[in-house]
């Protein structure tokens, strides 16, 4: 069987999984709730842009610190905003899985960086 092959079959196992087809359904009635989408998009945008800054090294301020606090307790008032986000950590979590695994077994050709880095030859 052709790697293709397995990629394909690994998808349609990944779309079979209950916490595919939970998050799809979340998504849906997200998606029907204009103002939970809306708050969503809105959550989602500034979540975005926080961990930019956190990723770039920039520290926050204590008040855009606090405003995402408060930000994510009141999207968490929304019962479907809430339940969509957790449904989607759920997926979130397989699929971090599925890539772990594939990566670990490709470590020793993808290492060649750090080996380099911390002066080894393996």
Known sequence: MLIHDKAHELARALRATP?????KQWQS????????????VDYRRKEIAYQAQLMSGKAPESEQVQAMQRLS????????V?????????????????????????????????EEQEGGNN
Do not use: C, W
């Open 19 to 23: 916490e595919f087809h939970t998050l």
């Open 29 to 40: 009635k997200l998606k029907e709730d204009q103002p939970a989408y809306k708050m969503f």
């Open 73 to 80: 307790e009141i999207v968490a008032l929304n019962s479907i």
């Open 82 to 114: 809430r339940e969509y986000l957790q449904a989607e950590a759920k997926f979130a979590t397989i699929y971090n899985d599925i890539q772990r695994i594939i990566g670990d077994s490709i470590e020793e050709i993808s290492s060649i960086y750090t």
